[in-house]
């Protein structure tokens, strides 16, 4: 399911459509639940979501929205609005990361991360994600694409105890 979000995310991409309009959709549709539920629904019939979608949607994306409901993918569509942010991010050369951090972070520390980043892998920008999660007590853990970074306090102590009961 998700390789097919990834190619619908990428046809998005390629159709050049202004991520104006691609937020304008995203935000009728997570404004009107039942919206999104109709569009996705097999019970109704692809020619009323075609009405609906003449409707509401806008010219520039009426076509593509019609090729998901008549594929049954319309419920598929968050994957491939991010599928679709993620080439344009790439097309801009920039890095995305998330940071997950157990205390309040210094802003200043942040955006020497984000510099660091940026010049590790080459990037023209870094577009971190921060959140916290006081469950890990202590430190940061860094995701960027496939690597983590767990420099976390729960995470060294989960290493730890891997090798305690390892030996």
Not at 121 to 126: E, H, L, N, P
Request: charged share 35%; net charge positive.
């Amino acid at each position: 399911m998700i390789r097919i979000a990834e190619s619908y995310g990428k046809a998005l991409f390629d159709l050049d459509i202004s991520p104006r309009i691609i937020a304008e959709c995203k935000a009728l549709l997570e404004d009107n639940p039942a919206l999104a539920e109709a569009l996705s629904s097999p019970a109704v019939a692809n020619r009323e979501k075609h009405r609906i979608i003449d409707r509401l949607f806008p010219d520039e994306i009426k076509n593509f929205a019609k090729v998901l409901c008549d594929n049954g993918r319309m419920g598929d569509i968050r994957l491939v609005e991010k599928v679709y942010e993620d080439c344009r991010l790439e097309e801009k050369n920039i890095l995305q990361a998330e940071l997950i951090y157990a205390k309040k972070l210094d802003p200043t520390r942040v955006e020497a991360l984000k510099q660091a980043l940026k010049k590790k892998y080459k990037k023209a920008g870094v577009k971190l994600t921060v959140r916290r999660d006081p469950s890990l007590a202590g430190g940061f853990i860094l995701r960027v694409g496939d690597e983590e970074y767990d420099r976390s306090a729960k995470g060294r102590l989960t290493g730890l105890y891997r090798k305690l009961a390892w030996r």
